[in-house]
């Protein structure tokens, strides 16, 4: 199969825009050096910023090919010489391949006026530099680069280089052994001398105060043309005028493609995440990284943090972290997965059952997919096949690889789920008597026997370590997967054998500037840390696919879509994807006026079937629907098609491009877990009630510490010391892990156990143990010396007890019982300014229009409550415990309660004596005689753990404050419980002073 590349619409439009905007050849110029042989020839408004050009185009949809035919288009005016700059070695291989393709180079040569013109690319790579027999040379393709010259007048040369490499001391140098150009002894001059014009690749990557830039900006290039999806941020002004910007070019770019028309036009594939899902109890085990060193791992759970100390086992903390899985330092886990703070871990899901569950949902996704892509109907027959590929993220290569060609254990899983759904189909179509249909029995059978004799046939993997290996198999892999994109888009090969491989296998490698089009899976099977990496990752899967013809389909031509399995620590990226493709609007939608920008945009919409529409129809039709006022505001009622509306929705329902451009449409991007959306609305006109109370909620509260606090943290302090249970001072034995070769009547395995040597410690240095120590308790170094002194002088004398599990003992145990003692040493003092919460914007003074649905709760209830007084408008039900919390939402609340509802998550945000804050749970209005009662409440399990109590103890000296402003706080263990309460303040059955017992 050969790719038969194609011009889309859209990519046109990116060309047609670049041509609009290049300022062309200065024919006028006097410099005496214009016509130099190896430069490129003077341009208008060289070196001029207002002269330099930025396209925005979402991935997959071809930014690689517009910049390679703009390359042509300017050799048409006689530039010749071209720099493109990418951010990683990947994204420079991926950029390699495209310009060097068959498909590329056939299908240029096939433009008229691009016959005979063809791109010599030069790839600057680590390593070209190195001197070479003692003289310190040039690269060769640096050197045909720079002194190519115009004389061959059909060769565009192309310099490709990586930013690690261009801002590289290589390129800076001037003490090579060679000349350049009769001179230059730089490369960076050297380059400069040819006037490029040189073309980034990802900007947001090359910010302009940062140094990659400012070494681009020493090639003295005379244009500069940027090609991303997302660009820079800069700020402009000051103080309260100080806002962020996107940092173009010409204030705008001079063509736009965003994600929204990506996805809403078709130009990409839409999306379905799917995980796996866990139960209640087992999701609300969740652990926060909140902090990672080399040494250390910090996790925090419900307010508590926990350490891990280089070699201990997660499962010292909770045995739901199975596997034998520690903490070996340098932020990364025994099982490969690196860390970073606020990275979101649930034991459950680190189980191999859990990883197993998503292996089978992503080989069943493949072959549905596959199915699907094979057979494709057609009116007249049989539309052309497509290969159906998957990729999966794993996070510990030996998982996957194992030693000495042998199979990792995740190998061995996805291989036998492979064969087991493999046969199931293979059974399915046993009988089959249709063509196509016996064709893809076939390819089952083949796919089959692959396995059995030669798996990398049918799967492949490809990892950062597997560059430059030595060993012919791996590498051959690696070729495959990076270079032969045709080879893997293909169903045989030139002697009619099976291609059946079409499953990857990466730890990060294929992250970015690797793609292929007919990826329609994209499974990981463990968390990735940041939402960009998980960007990156699902973009890998974007691209329209081709079919065996090579050519490009387009989204009415298949029905398959991208199929991102990942776990349920990550469940929320569907709604992240989503929000960060509409932040990506070029127009910000105000519900509450109709702005130009909005006007703008219907417009040059309508414009493309009814040339005569302009502003002033759409300003008099508002007008006259009575949706908009003089003032251009929206009216808050409206009767469109006999179902009244607020003035924006009825605008959307006469005008819908407005949401088609600046939303991606909701099929586009499908959480197939979740049933509802994920963003609630607050109902205005109830949290208005609440308004003069949270004016007081807003100002910021500052813990402040009795005095004695600080005299008793040594007093703690001695008492750990001492060590009373003797389980603080503790010997630390290093491990052997011991080997045998166990045989039965079928195989021989090798099994492991470990042992203590008996004859040597693992120890600290004393001036270490005791920096940690100060450090991680906050107390004065003198004092811990003498504690350390004492505590050895007890041990006899013994150093051996100085290591790092006693040195984890020593700080955890003083923070508990610290902790513990200063519960009820503090208040709160009020400060003089105010904060905004997840439900309150204290600039504007006002409440937001919405928020998330998880920070109401995790879990959701069909049926949402029909009592006007709740909170919020959207259905359904959120909440974090059916019981008490689901049962009091359910609950019908009398006339004398005014409004109720849950508070969101940092909806106050109470400071804690621990760190952190906390917020409670529910709040009523109860109206009374005299004033108001604000009645807050915070929900526990009739077993409450020693963390529940302390939050109750914090929340109560908080509210405490407030009792004057009718504020009141209790704690409830039941739905029956809040109801009694409110029925005894509605009666006036209890006192004031009663409500903070």
């Known amino acids: 199969m050969k790719i038969q590349l194609e011009r889309l619409p859209h990519q046109i439009e990116a060309i047609n825009a670049i041509n609009t905007a290049f300022c062309g050849v200065d024919t006028y110029t006097n410099n005496p050096d214009a016509n130099y042989i ?36 300017m050799h048409k005016q006689g530039l010749f010489k071209f720099v493109i700059v990418v951010p990683t070695p990947s994204i420079k291989e991926g950029t390699k391949n495209f310009i060097t393709s068959d498909y590329a180079r056939q299908y240029f040569s096939g433009i008229p006026g691009y016959e005979n013109v063809k791109i010599q ?70 380059i400069a001398a040819t006037r490029p014009v040189v073309i980034i690749d990802e900007p947001h990557r090359f910010p302009r105060d940062k140094a990659t830039y400012k070494a681009i900006e020493q090639l003295n290039p005379q244009l500069i043309v940027r090609f991303g999806a997302t660009f820079p941020q800069t700020t402009t002004g000051r103080g309260k005028a100080k806002k962020t910007v996107i940092d173009y070019y010409r204030g705008k770019p001079q063509f736009t493609l965003n994600a929204i028309d990506s996805f809403n036009q078709g130009l990409v594939k839409g999306i379905d995440i799917n995980y796996p899902d866990i139960t209640e109890q087992e ?75 998503i292996i089978s949902q992503a080989i069943n996704r493949h072959f549905e997919a596959e199915e699907r892509n094979f057979m494709r109907p057609e009116s007249d027959g049989t539309a052309p096949r497509v290969k159906t590929l998957s990729l999966f993220f794993i996070d510990s290569i030996a998982s996957f690889r194992g030693e000495n060609h042998s199979k990792g254990w995740l190998a061995q899983h996805f291989e036998e789920m492979l064969i087991q759904k493999l046969n199931q189909l293979i059974s399915k179509y046993e009988m089959a008597i249709e063509p196509r249909e016996k064709e893809y029995l076939e390819f089952l059978q083949a796919t089959l026997r692959d396995l059995k004799v030669e798996h990398q046939q049918v799967y492949a993997g490809y990892f950062s370590e597997d560059r430059g290996s030595g060993d012919e198999a791996i590498q051959a892999e690696v070729d495959d997967i990076l270079k032969n994109k045709e080879r893997l888009l293909s169903f045989k090969d030139k002697d009619g054998k099976w291609i059946t491989r079409r499953f990857l296998f990466s730890k990060w490698t294929l992250r970015e500037g690797w793609d292929n089009p007919n990826v329609f899976v994209i499974a990981k099977l463990r968390t990735s840390g940041s939402e960009i990496s998980k960007i990156q990752e699902v973009g890998r899967g974007l691209r329209l696919p081709v079919d065996e013809t090579g050519h490009r389909l387009q989204q009415d031509e298949f029905e398959s879509r991208l199929a991102f399995l990942i776990g349920y620590d990550e469940r929320d990226f569907a709604q992240t994807l989503v929000d960060q493709v509409n932040e990506d609007s070029p127009v910000e939608m105000n519900h509450d006026e109709l702005t130009e920008d909005m006007i703008q945009l219907i417009v040059k919409e309508r414009q493309k079937t009814d040339k005569e529409f302009d502003k002033s129809k759409l300003l008099n039709d508002l007008g006259h629907r009575g949706i908009i006022d003089f003032a251009m505001n929206f009216e808050t ?23 088609h451009r600046t939303k991606v449409a909701k099929d586009k991007i499908r959480d197939k877990n979740s049933k509802f959306a994920t963003k609630v609305k607050l109902r205005k006109s109830n949290w208005k009630q609440l308004e003069d109370l949270w004016k007081q909620l807003s100002k910021r509260q500052m813990i402040k510490f009795d005095d004695e606090v600080n005299d008793l943290a040594q007093v703690v302090a001695r008492e750990v010391f001492k060590d009373n249970d003797n389980k603080i001072f503790v010997l630390q034995s290093p491990q052997m892990i011991m080997q045998e070769i166990v045989t039965d009547t079928n195989q021989a395995i090798l099994r492991e156990t470990k042992a203590d040597y008996k004859l040597t410690y693992l120890t600290m240095k004393y001036g270490v143990f005791l920096k940690q120590l100060v450090t991680r308790t906050d107390l004065p170094v003198d004092f811990l010396h003498q504690q350390m002194i004492e505590s050895i002088k007890r041990l006899n004398g013994d150093t051996n007890y100085i290591n790092e599990k006693t040195l984890g003992n020593l700080v955890s145990e003083f923070n508990k019982r610290f902790n513990e003692r200063i519960r009820n040493l503090y208040s709160y003092e009020t400060l003089q300014f105010t904060s905004s919460t997840s439900i309150y914007d204290a600039k504007k003074e006002k409440f937001v229009d919405e928020i998330s649905a998880n920070d109401l709760g995790v879990y959701t209830d069909e049926h949402s409550t029909k009592d006007d007084k709740y909170l919020y408008d959207r259905p359904p039900l959120r909440y974090d415990s059916a019981d008490p919390e689901l049962k009091i939402l359910k609950r019908t ?10 508070l969101p998550k940092r909806a106050i945000k109470i400071p804690r004596y621990d760190n952190g804050t906390t917020t409670p749970d529910f709040i009523f209005k109860i109206e009374r005689e005299r004033k108001p009662i604000y009645l807050v409440i915070e929900t526990k399990a009739e077993n409450m753990r020693l963390g529940d109590e302390e939050i109750r103890v914090i929340q109560k000296k908080y509210f405490d404050k407030l009792k004057a402003s009718g504020v009141y706080y209790r704690m409830a263990t039941s739905e029956q419980e809040v109801h009694d309460l409110i029925n005894k303040i509605e009666n006036g059955e209890i006192k004031d002073s009663d409500f903070t017992d």
Do not use: W
């Open 38 to 73: 190896y430069a490129n020839p003077i341009l208008n408004f060289a070196r001029k910023e207002s002269s330099y050009i930025d396209i925005k185009m979402e991935t997959g949809t071809g930014k690689t090919f517009v910049y390679t035919q703009m390359m042509y288009e």
């Open 283 to 357: 999701a609300n085990r969740l652990y926060k990284v909140k902090n990672v060193t080399a040494k250390q791992l910090t996790l925090s759970r419900n307010g508590k943090d926990y350490s891990i100390n280089k070699g201990e086992n997660l499962a010292d903390i909770d045995e739901g972290f199975a596997g034998d899985i520690t903490y070996v330092g340098s932020k990364e886990l025994s099982n490969g997965l690196e860390l970073q703070p606020d990275m979101k871990l649930i034991p459950g899901t680190f189980s191999q059952n859990y990883q197993d569950e």
């Open 121 to 190: 690319l030069n790839t600057i790579n680590a390593g070209d530099f190195k001197n070479k027999k003692g003289r310190k040379n040039f690269p060769a393709q640096l050197t045909e680069f720079i002194e190519a010259t115009r004389q061959n007048t059909n060769q565009i040369q192309v310099l490709l280089i990586n930013s690690g490499m261009i801002n590289s001391k290589s390129m800076k140098a001037s003490d090579y052994d060679q000349t350049l150009l009769g001179g230059e002894t730089c490369p960076q001059k050297a």
């Open 637 to 659: 009622k409206v009767e469109i098609d006999g179902k009244q509306k607020s003035g924006y929705e009825a605008l959307v329902h006469l005008y819908p491009e407005i949401e």
């Open 893 to 902: 609340y009398g006339n004398n309660i005014t409004v109720f509802g849950k």
